[in-house]
C-alpha cells in the first residue's frame, strides 16, 4: 500500500540518514525481504503510514470544564439559514444525473 509522499521520483529524493543497531537493521532487513522491498522502500513506507497515524490522531483535546461547556454550546446551537448551501445539497450530483 503506498502512502502520499512515499513514490519517489526521479531526481526529486532527499537523503535521510539513520542509525542503527546491528539487531535492528538484521529485524528491518528481514521484515523487508519477507515483503519482497528493499530496505530504502520498507522503512520509507512504514515511517510514512506511522507519521500518518501520528497526526491523524491529532483529534483528541483537552478544555476546561467552562470551555467545554461554551464548545458544545456552540455545537449544539442550530445552524444559521444558509439558502446556498441548501440548494447546493438539493442539486443532484454531475454522476448522479
Known sequence: MKHAGTQAVAGQGKTINLR????????????AEALGRSRS???LDTACREAETVL?????????REIFQRFTALLDTPPARNPKLRRFLRTKA???K
Request: aromatic share 14%; glycine share 0%.
Open 20 to 31: 542503527a543497531s546491528h539487531k535492528q537493521k538484521a529485524l528491518i532487513d528481514r521484515a
Open 41 to 43: 522502500d520498507f522503512m
Open 56 to 64: 491523524l490522531d491529532r483529534r483528541y483535546f483537552a478544555l476546561s
Open 94 to 96: 454531475v454522476w448522479d
